[in-house]
Nanobody, 128 residues
Framework: QVQLVESGGGLVQAGDSLRLSCVAS????????MGWFRQVPGKEREFVAA????????GYADSVKGRFTISKDNAKNTVFLQMNSLKSEDTAVYYC?????????????????????WGQGTQVTVSA
């Protein structure tokens, strides 16, 4: 079992920055690909960004490309999402997700069904 705890959300103004963090605990010997998704009430959860377990491969939704950066610290089982130039449409609950992957896996994953564990979410609100 893996537990994920997100932090870093909050209320900011358009144009501001936030950095989300997500710490995974429970299976220290595993290799994880990690991702961020977001959801607003009444809409489906959508992909934001993902990173391979090694950190060598990353992917982004078109809506955040060039503004958000995903990174990870494997020694601390932590993934980060640096969000710059925030817009009101970025307002959502942001979820961290983890997928167990083999050591040889160099891929990142963009579909929520590909992930095995999820955090509780952290609210990001961007005022116009």
């Amino acid at each position: 079992q893996v537990q994920l705890v997100e932090s870093g959300g909050g209320l900011v103004q358009a144009g501001d920055s936030l950095r989300l963090s997500c710490v995974a605990s429970g299976r220290s010997s595993s290799t994880y690909a990690m991702g961020w998704f977001r959801q607003v009430p009444g809409k489906e959860r959508e992909f934001v960004a993902a990173i391979s377990w090694s950190g060598g491969s990353t992917g982004y939704a078109d809506s955040v490309k060039g503004r958000f950066t995903i990174s990870k610290d494997n020694a601390k089982n932590t993934v980060f999402l640096q969000m710059n130039s925030l817009k009101s449409e970025d307002t959502a609950v942001y979820y961290c997700a983890v997928r167990h992957t083999p050591y040889s896996d160099r891929d990142y994953y963009t579909e929520d069904h590909e992930y095995h564990y999820w955090g509780q979410g952290t609210q990001v609100t961007v005022s116009a």
